[in-house]
C-alpha cells in the first residue's frame, strides 16, 4: 500500500481542520493506521492509531479530546480531525500504516513500515 497525506495549512489558534490519508491497493483494510507528527528540530511523536475496522482508537495524551482519527476501508481512506488547534500542534504530519501486531504498541513508530509524505500544519497565534 503507499500512502498520501493532504489538508494541511496555515490557521489560527482555535481553528479546526481534517487531514487525509489516501491508501492505494485492497489490501488497505488491513492495516492499523495511525498518525504521527514532527515538529522543527524534535522527534517524530505518536499522534493517534486506528484499528483494522476502525472500532478503537489510541491517542497521545495532548490531543485527546480534540483529535478524531476515523476511518473508511471502502474508501481507502484515514482521517484525522483536529480541533481546537493550538500553536504548539505546529508540525509536518505523516501518516503510517502497520500490519496487526499484539506485541508491539501503536505508539512504537518502528512498528509501521509504510510512510506517507508529510503534510504540514501551522498553527498561528
Known amino acids: 500500500v503507499q500512502l498520501q497525506a493532504s489538508g494541511g495549512g496555515l490557521v489560527r489558534v482555535g481553528a479546526s481542520l481534517r487531514l487525509a490519508c489516501a491508501g492505494s491497493?485492497?489490501?488497505?483494510?488491513?492495516?492499523?493506521m495511525a498518525w504521527f507528527r514532527q515538529a522543527p528540530g524534535q522527534e517524530r511523536e505518536f499522534v493517534g492509531s486506528?484499528?483494522?475496522?476502525?472500532?478503537?482508537?489510541l491517542y497521545e495524551d495532548s490531543v485527546k479530546g480534540r483529535f478524531t482519527l476515523s476511518r473508511d476501508n471502502t474508501k481507502n481512506m484515514v482521517y484525522l480531525q483536529m480541533n481546537s488547534l493550538r500553536a504548539e500542534d505546529t508540525a509536518v504530519y505523516y501518516c503510517?500504516?502497520?500490519?496487526?501486531?499484539?506485541?508491539?504498541?501503536?505508539?512504537?513508530?518502528?512498528?509501521?513500515?509504510?510512510w506517507g509524505r508529510g503534510t504540514l500544519v501551522t498553527v498561528s497565534s
Open positions: 503510517a500504516a502497520s500490519a496487526p501486531n499484539r506485541h508491539r504498541s501503536p505508539r512504537d513508530r518502528d512498528r509501521y513500515a509504510i
Open positions: 491497493g485492497r489490501t488497505f483494510s488491513g492495516y492499523v
Open positions: 486506528i484499528t483494522t475496522s476502525g472500532d478503537f482508537t
